[in-house]
């Protein structure tokens, strides 16, 4: 079994270890390590990444209690600046190779950063709120958490006021494996029933848990089960932020950010709001209020644009040659009300209007006293149009160019 170096220290970065086995699977070629410092894909979070003697390690899972390093030879990473290149086999790295692994840091301290920001928040959430950790997901695009309760605006900033709080007391992480007896004393978060040796995180104030008797305050904001790597202490994390939250699976699902990542969060946000005030000549304090003047405006001159729309259709329609129009863009309640006009005016025929181009395809309205489902039944069988609708209107869309479709209408005897 390989020996886990990050489990109860995160900081490990760089490590020396023995290859004890390798394989190729639908994942790659990975290696099997007598140790590691190399977290792998587990609890939500995503694997770290690095090298291996300065191949790239691109994946780390644990599979049939082996964590396998999965790695690559496509990129350079040695000092050197010497590629690798060859195809790896079970030669490459032999039973009982000697090897030296590094862990992206940077990417490891962003992660531990993000991690322990969420421990903060679901365990005051469950504090506070009564609500359990359901979900939670890391990786470089984002971090998630989900939870079975609601939140109103002004609890979202309670929670982050308050872990934020708890960030600044340089609250430390406690990590270790109590003994049955003593893990049968303790409360803790998890999401399921957990068999054998269990990994607790706390973060604590005080008494660390082997010095612990009922004299001393412990002042514990969150406890958890958990085999993922974390900071020291809560000062590491840095700032900490709810980026959106919104309704799921009955329950709330909540973005975070911490820290570097965090930063990076900000920065865009910023450049976005700053770029924002200067499109609206407004104080990028009054953006917001200059988008929603803006789209104020916006709408007025849609209802206005629409309002003539439907104006210079009804004229078409009133003056067409033929039961058949074709538009390049109109909106759907015009192009509705301009068939039905030409209804009025060719009643024996079916009157059609196709809006698109050759390029995209056409959306299409049909009205006729006729039975317009057998007109869609051709045009799906020579025009592989699709769409539905009733005996006097239908509509959909068709990936055809004009000139087949008014061939498909000629024949119809239409125009």
């Known amino acids: 079994m390989t020996e886990k170096l990050y489990d109860l220290d995160s900081y490990v970065r760089e490590f020396d270890a023995v290859v004890t086995a390798c394989r190729s699977d639908k994942n790659g070629f990975g290696l099997v390590l007598d140790r590691t410092a190399f977290f792998p894909e587990g609890g939500g979070q995503s694997s770290d990444i690095g090298e291996i003697d300065g191949y790239r390690v691109t994946d780390v899972r644990i599979k049939d209690n082996e964590i396998i390093h999965y ?3 496509a990129q350079e990473l040695t000092d050197d600046k010497t590629a690798h290149t060859e195809e ?8 009982g190779k000697a090897v030296h692994g590094k862990v992206n840091w940077e990417k490891r301290f962003e992660r531990m950063q993000q991690h322990s920001g969420e421990h903060l928040l679901s365990g005051y959430v469950f504090s506070n709120f009564g609500y359990h950790n359901t979900g939670f ?7 998630t958490v989900d939870f ?21 007391r340089n609250v430390p992480c406690h990590i270790f494996y109590p003994s049955p007896e003593e893990l049968s004393q303790l409360t803790y978060r998890s999401k399921k029933e957990l068999e054998g040796p269990v990994r607790i995180v706390e973060f604590y104030e005080d008494v660390p848990f082997t010095e612990r008797t009922d004299d001393n305050e412990v002042i514990l904001y969150d406890r958890c089960a958990c085999c993922a790597p974390h900071v020291r202490s809560t000062i590491e994390i840095g700032l900490f932020k709810i980026l959106s939250f919104e309704h799921f699976k009955g329950g709330t699902r909540m973005e975070i950010a911490c820290g570097g990542r965090l930063l990076r969060e900000m920065r865009v946000m910023q450049e976005n709001v700053t770029g924002i005030s200067r499109l609206l000549s407004v104080k990028p304090e009054n953006a917001a209020k ?8 916006f709408k007025a001159l849609k209802f206005n644009y629409i309002r003539i729309e439907r104006e210079l259709l009804d004229i078409t329609a009133q003056h067409a040659g033929s039961p058949v129009l074709f538009l390049e863009s109109a909106d759907t309640a015009n192009v509705r009300m301009a068939v039905n006009a030409l209804a009025l005016r060719f ?10 181009n050759d390029e995209k395809g056409y959306n299409f309205i049909v009205a006729s006293s006729k039975d317009c489902n057998e007109f869609l039944s051709l045009m799906r069988s020579e025009l592989s149009a699709s769409g539905g609708g009733s005996r006097s209107m239908i509509q959909g869309n068709v990936k055809a160019t004009r000139e087949a479709i008014e061939a498909f209408i000629l024949n119809r005897k239409v125009i």
């Open 148 to 168: 079975d309760g609601t939140f109103t605006e002004s609890d979202i900033e309670r929670i982050e006021d308050a872990v934020n709080r708890t960030i600044l």
């Open 347 to 356: 009643p024996d025929d079916y009157c059609c209007a196709f809006v698109g």
């Open 290 to 297: 200059g988008v929603l003047k803006l789209n104020d405006s």
């Open 71 to 73: 790695i690559s030879s």
């Open 88 to 95: 790896l086999t079970e030669k490459s790295f032999p039973a």
């Open 137 to 143: 997901h890391l990786s470089d695009n984002g971090t």
